[in-house]
C-alpha cells in the first residue's frame, strides 16, 4: 500500500536470466522487510525508489489469495479511515470477519504511521511492477498515466493483460494514518465445509472463521518531514 504519487516508481519483482528472483528488487526487498533474520512480521514498511525516498507498507496476506478493502466510520462520523481484510470463506455467506474486525481496534498491534500526501492509494500485489498497468513508452508517460487514475471514480481496478484484479485505487483523505494489524484464528479455521459452502445460508458466531487486517487511521495534516516507520510481529 502506497501513495498514488509514489507507485509509479514500484518496481515489482524482477528476474535473471534463469528465473531467480533478483534480491535487490522492490519484491525480494518487501518480502525481506516481512521475515527479517528468520523472523515473521504481520506488517512492515518499505522503502523504494530513487535513494529510498519512497515509502510503502506490505502487509502479510498468509498466501494467495483475496483481499477486501472496505472504508471504516471515524467516531466523528467522517469516512476518514480504511480498512484491507483477508478472511477464506466464500464472500457473502456471512458477515461474521467483519463483525469481528469491527470490534477489535484494542487488540490490534501497532505497525507506525503513514502518511498519504495526495489522498489517493494504491493497494498491489508486491511483484506488480508499476510498468506493467500500461503499455509506456517513457517513464513520464508512465506517471502521468498512473496519476490520471486518481481523477477516476473510486476504486478504480488495476489489471494486468490475463490477470484481473491484482490491486485497486482507492481515494482517502489527505494525511498521516495510524496503521494497525489484527488477525483472528477462528474456532472452526479457515474454510468452510463443502455443505456450507454451497447450501442454504446460516448464521454464525463471530469467533468461528479466521481472518486478518491491517486498519488505517487518520491521525491529521501530513508531516511535512517525516514519515515514522515501524513494523508488527507475527505472534506464534
Known sequence: ??????????????????????????HARAWSALHPDDDDLEAAFVRFGDDGARVGLVWEMDGDGAAEVARTRSRSGGDDNFL????WIP?????????????AVSEEQVVG?????SGRVVVVATGVDADETGSYATAQEREA???ALGRLNPPVQLNLDGQLGLGTVLWARPGTYRVTCGW?????????PEEEMYGPPRSYVDED?????????WTGEPDPVRVRLG??????
Open 84 to 87: 484491507i481484510m483477508r478472511s
Open 145 to 147: 498515466s498512473i496519476r
Open 1 to 26: 500500500m502506497c501513495d498514488l504519487e509514489a507507485f509509479s516508481d514500484w518496481g515489482g519483482a524482477a528476474y535473471d536470466a534463469d528465473y531467480e528472483l533478483e534480491p535487490a528488487c522492490d
Open 231 to 236: 513494523r508488527a510481529r507475527r505472534e506464534a
Open 184 to 192: 483472528h484464528e477462528g474456532k472452526r479455521g479457515r474454510y468452510m
Open 91 to 103: 464472500a457473502g455467506r456471512t458477515d461474521a470477519p467483519r463483525r469481528h474486525a469491527a470490534r
Open 113 to 117: 504511521q503513514l502518511t498519504l500526501r
Open 209 to 217: 472463521w479466521s481472518c486478518r487486517w491491517v486498519r488505517f487511521t
